[in-house]
């Protein structure tokens, strides 16, 4: 049967994409595994490099390391948060929303921000171990940062607000009606939290593990800067490719960094299939019940936490707008000042926005538009299954396995087919050193929360509308404009959001895609920090916080507009 106009642009669509994903994750991968296979002059050796990492003892205590910081940090974020949103769903404690706002702060900030704050509160130099710089010495308490114990601290302030929106909305999904027959039953309050709020929650709290430990594993920021001599993953992969320009061996360590990644990213999806509706038409939300006791305790909780994650923001902007911190703490705007260094913040700043705006706009037109086609499509074909799968691998990819994947890809001039030797041309290598590059990388990166953000809010319409539009003849585009573009927008627009911020703090793929001519931000906390300029690294890192806050309250006015018309609409309506 002929295919008809409208048929034919989706097709043209749904190809794109596919061919888009085989290109930016099948290919850079996949030369990725190969390398891991070659030596230094590109000749197969099996398993050779494999062999010789774990020969190296040092090597294998980093990936001891790494196991025991993810375990770790992974654990006690899931305890914390779970606590701390908790309270939150299940109190009668007052200012909830300002309880949530600082407990979502540290998203807007790079994860280099946390250890720094960290290295001026606890640090050999530390406020806190000083006692507050020899004015209460009694005070004054080493918790020997570096290390293991400055790591585990700077992932748990990283995971702490991505486990706990996972939390906060498992609590917020239980069916008070079990509650009730539970309270008519004449059950404890504890045998109620372990025989229905627990096991409701089980596969959220698996998930939210999971995707602390994933976080933890990958991460380089806080290494980075509180690491000291304790070695990790991310770190070696970093020293073997950027400092050791031994590309072959980072892309062993790399494979490496994936494995766990990727059985995580298999056992949260059995897992999701696993979980059920929670709640249905019938169900009632959950409300709390006052009581002094518990509500007092977690008031103290939710303070406490608080407490901690404001002042590693309190103590970021003292030193950043001090003379020179800890000895002369007056105002000053001398660590804003970059001239020397790179042509100026300004540079920094237009390359760190550009980046993100790209990102947000490419990113969210890709994740949509990708959604939209498989989910509004009656019968998916193997191409339509192989979009969907290919959208949800790059859960599994650590930023800097794709930052040295697309070295491995775009880097090369041409390619050599196996057995034939004949070269072919890569007409992708003229991006490799753009800013292209770096919003491909910003585009996987994010790409699997972006498209589950689309898949949710286009399951939630009616297919009733493609279906009236193909009876009618109306060609899907236009049915995608004129009803589903304006009904998502709200999730269109979280999607940039998501993007745009992610985009700002990001460093674990762009450190090694970043050029001079094209310096960013988050890149340039790094280098900072490495040259001891401390102070300068948190100015950096506050114009990327408040930059992100910005866009937040942008987001935030033009969602209550949004809102407010739909609303507006629906009375008019009734």
Request: hydrophobic share 50%; glycine share 4%; aromatic share 16%.
């Amino acid at each position: 049967m002929e295919k008809t106009k409208d048929e034919i642009i989706r097709e043209i669509f749904t190809w794109f994409i596919l061919i888009f994903l085989i290109i930016i994750i099948v290919f850079p991968l996949g030369l990725l595994l190969i390398k891991s296979f070659e030596n230094n002059s590109g000749e197969f050796i099996g398993l050779a490099n494999f062999k010789e990492y774990f020969s190296n003892k040092n090597l294998l205590i980093s990936l001891k390391n790494t196991f025991t910081i993810s375990a770790a940090s992974s654990i006690i974020s899931l305890l914390l948060a779970f606590i701390y949103a908790y309270g939150i769903q299940r109190t009668t404690i007052k200012y909830k929303n300002i309880f949530k706002y600082i407990a979502l702060m540290p998203l807007f900030a790079p994860t280099m921000m946390h250890g720094i704050s960290l290295v001026y509160l606890f640090g050999r130099k530390g406020a806190v171990t000083t006692g507050f710089f020899d004015k209460f010495p009694q005070l004054a308490f080493d918790i020997n940062l570096y290390g293991a114990t400055g790591i585990i601290i700077a992932e748990v302030l990283y995971i702490f607000p991505q486990i706990f929106l996972v939390l906060n909305i498992a609590l917020s999904s239980t069916d008070y009606r079990l509650y009730e027959a539970a309270d008519m039953l004449g059950t404890s309050n504890f045998r109620k939290f372990f025989t229905i709020t627990i096991p409701n929650m089980k596969y959220g709290m698996i998930s939210s593990f999971i995707i602390a430990f994933i976080l933890s594993f990958t991460d380089f920021g806080a290494p980075k800067v509180v690491g000291g001599n304790y070695s990790v993953l991310a770190t070696d992969v970093y020293i073997k490719v950027v400092g050791q320009n031994n590309m072959v061996m980072g892309a062993v360590v790399s494979i490496i960094l994936l494995i766990p990644s990727v059985i995580a990213f298999f056992i949260d999806q059995k897992i999701q299939k696993k979980q059920g509706v929670v709640l249905n038409a019938k169900s009632i939300v959950y409300r709390a019940k006052k009581n002094k006791i518990r509500d007092a305790f977690f008031y103290i909780y939710t303070i406490l936490i608080c407490f901690f994650i404001l002042s590693i923001f309190i103590t970021i902007f003292v030193s950043a707008f001090s003379k020179l911190w800890p000895y002369n703490l007056s105002f000053s705007l001398n660590n804003f000042k970059f001239y020397d260094y790179n042509g100026g913040i300004g540079i920094f700043f237009k390359n760190s926005f550009i980046l993100a705006i790209l990102s947000g706009i490419f990113g969210t037109f890709m994740t949509f538009m990708s959604a939209y086609l498989i989910e509004k499509k009656e019968n998916k074909t193997l191409k339509d299954k192989i979009i969907y799968f290919l959208s949800l691998v790059p859960l599994a990819l650590p930023g800097m396995v794709i930052g040295i994947s697309f070295i491995f890809f775009f880097n090369k001039s041409y390619f050599t087919i196996p057995f034939l030797n004949i070269n072919i041309m890569n007409p992708f290598n003229s991006i490799y050193k753009t800013i292209w590059i770096m919003v491909l990388a910003n585009v996987i990166h994010f790409y699997s929360i972006s498209f589950l953000t689309a898949n949710t809010a286009l399951k939630k319409l009616d297919k009733e509308f493609e279906r009236v539009s193909l009876s009618m003849g109306i060609p899907w585009y236009k049915t995608f404009f004129n009803v589903t573009f304006p009904m998502c927008l709200e999730s269109i627009l979280e999607i940039f959001f998501y993007y745009f911020v992610n985009s700002m703090v990001t460093i674990s793929a762009l450190v090694f895609l970043y050029t001079s001519n094209l310096s960013l931000l988050s890149i340039a906390v790094i280098n900072l920090d490495d040259t001891g300029e401390i102070a300068k690294a948190s100015a950096m890192s506050i114009i990327i916080l408040l930059t992100n806050v910005i866009i937040k309250i942008i987001y935030q006015i033009i969602l209550n507009f949004l809102q407010k018309r739909k609303n507006k609409i629906k009375k008019e309506n009734v």
